[in-house]
């Protein structure tokens, strides 16, 4: 297997401290997204919408979106668990792994995307999008704030892919401007903690 990869990458990240978590090392492409190498024809063909990461198998076949690539690195290495390990467990991480996707990663990454130098020229930037996008992101730390006061990371007792998501999220919050808020002393405390995973600077 191949991962194509960018180290600066929020979905990117994603992966990678999951392969960390799991103690797995894959060979690695970086591709030079600023120089539009995820444009090239070469690259279309693993992914026809030009995104990263990319998981390139053995057979040439591909497997695109970062919550994907996770799916099937869990499949062939459960342990540990990092999407559940009962029924349950793997319901309640998903519907929080969903949550984080949707509620704070997405206006977090269209703050990125329509008010950061690095798209300008690259697509159509709307300033009243990324304002709103902020506005989104604070409310969603706020709420999880306060689902955070009362355990210690976001899915259950155990960390796992929703902390990942959420914790990408935020290392990008930060590079927008989106830090946590001091008044968010819970989040605040989990960031903390799971920032200082060894696997946090995968």
């Known amino acids: 297997m191949l991962l194509h990869d960018l180290t600066p990458g929020m979905h990117p990240r994603r992966v990678r401290i999951f392969l960390a978590e799991k103690g797995l090392s894959l060979p690695r492409r970086e591709v030079d997204a600023a120089g539009r190498a995820n444009q090239t024809p070469e690259f279309l063909r693993l992914n026809p919408l030009g995104r990263l990461p990319v998981l390139e198998l053995d057979d040439g076949s591909t497997v695109t979106e ?7 690195l869990e499949a062939l290495h459960p342990e540990p668990p990092l999407m559940g390990r ?9 519907m929080w792994t969903l949550r984080m996707e949707f509620e704070l990663s997405r206006p977090i990454a269209e703050v990125f995307l329509h008010g950061s ?4 020229g690259r ?28 355990r210690e990371f976001i899915a259950g007792p155990a960390y796992s892919m929703a902390d990942i998501v959420a914790q990408c ?23 903390a903690a799971v920032s200082a995973r060894p696997t946090a600077r995968a």
């Open 66 to 72: 970062s919550l994907a690539i996770c799916r099937y």
């Open 86 to 94: 009962t029924a349950r467990e793997a319901a309640q991480v998903e």
């Open 117 to 120: 130098e690095f798209y300008r």
């Open 123 to 150: 697509v159509e930037q709307v300033p009243e999008v990324a304002q709103h996008a902020r506005s989104r992101a604070l409310a969603a730390m706020a709420w999880l704030d306060g689902e955070l006061a009362g």
């Open 169 to 191: 999220a935020l290392v990008l919050g930060k590079a927008v401007g989106l830090r946590v808020p001091p008044e968010m002393t819970h989040l605040a405390r989990w960031f």
